[in-house]
C-alpha cells in the first residue's frame, strides 16, 4: 500500500481518538459553547484542509470539484434523489421544529458555519477518498461512509442528541447522510453536488443555535 492510502485507513480512528479528547477538553477549558466551537475548529484545520493537503500533497484534489460537461460527473435520477433528500429531511424536522427560535444572527451564523463545515467535511470524507481510492468501493465509498459516521461520537460526548433514540439514532442518521453523499461521489467522482447538499443539510440543522448566545456560554 502507498502512504495516502495507509494514512486514510488510519485517518477514522485518529479523528475519533483525538476529537473524542479534544471536545471534553475544550470545553472544561472554554465552556460548553467556546469550548464546543474551538474543537470543531481544531477538526476543520487539522483534518478538513491540513490532513487532506499532506495526503495528497496538492494533487488530484481539485479534480473532483469538476462539474459538467466532464461525463463521469453526470447525475442520474438516483443521484439527484440522494443530493435532495438530506436537506429535505433536516427542513422538515429541524428546521421546523426550530422556526419559533430563528433570528437574523442565527441565520447568518448558521449560514457561515454550514458552508465551513459541509465543504471541509466533503474535501475530507469523500474527496480525499476518492482520490487515493478511485476504484475501491470500499475503501473509496463505504469506508469513509462508516468513518463520517463515527466520528461524530466525539461532539456528542458534550452535546448529545436530543433527537428520538439519542446518540444511536443520531449516529445511525449520520451514517445514512454519509451513505447519500458518498454515493453521489462515487457515481459522478466530484464533490461539486455533494458540498451543495451537504452545506444545505447543515443550514437547515441550524447549528447556529448553539453559538447565538456564545458570549454566555
Known amino acids: 500500500m502507498s502512504t495516502p492510502e495507509i494514512l486514510l485507513i488510519l485517518a477514522p480512528p485518529l479523528i475519533l481518538l483525538s476529537t ?10 472554554w465552556g460548553v459553547k467556546r ?29 473532483l470539484f469538476a462539474g ?21 429531511l433536516a427542513g422538515v424536522t429541524a428546521f421546523r ?11 447568518y451564523l448558521s ?30 465509498f463505504l469506508y469513509p461512509a462508516l468513518g463520517f459516521a463515527v466520528w461524530h461520537l466525539a461532539p456528542q460526548r458534550v452535546r448529545p442528541s436530543k433527537m428520538p433514540g439519542g446518540v444511536g439514532a443520531f449516529l445511525l442518521g449520520a451514517l445514512f447522510l454519509g451513505l447519500c453523499w458518498g ?13 451543495p447538499s451537504h452545506v444545505l443539510t447543515d443550514f437547515l ?6 453559538y447565538a448566545d456564545i458570549r454566555n456560554g
Open 20 to 29: 473524542f479528547w479534544i471536545f471534553p477538553l475544550f470545553v472544561r477549558l
Open 35 to 63: 469550548g464546543y466551537l474551538a474543537a470543531f475548529v481544531f477538526y476543520w484545520l487539522g483534518w478538513g484542509v491540513l490532513f487532506p493537503l499532506a495526503v495528497l500533497a496538492g494533487k488530484g484534489l481539485p479534480n
Open 68 to 88: 459538467f460537461p466532464a461525463p463521469t460527473a453526470r447525475l442520474t435520477l438516483l443521484s439527484f434523489f440522494l443530493l435532495v433528500l438530506p436537506p429535505l
Open 97 to 107: 421544529m426550530n422556526l419559533s427560535r430563528v433570528t437574523p444572527a442565527v441565520l
Open 111 to 140: 449560514a457561515g458555519l454550514a458552508l465551513v463545515n459541509g465543504t471541509l467535511e466533503e474535501v475530507l470524507w469523500r474527496g480525499t477518498y476518492l482520490t487515493v481510492f478511485p476504484d475501491r468501493w470500499v475503501w473509496g
Open 183 to 195: 454515493g453521489v461521489a462515487w457515481q459522478t467522482h466530484s464533490i461539486l453536488f455533494t458540498i
Open 205 to 210: 440543522g441550524l447549528g447556529g443555535l448553539i
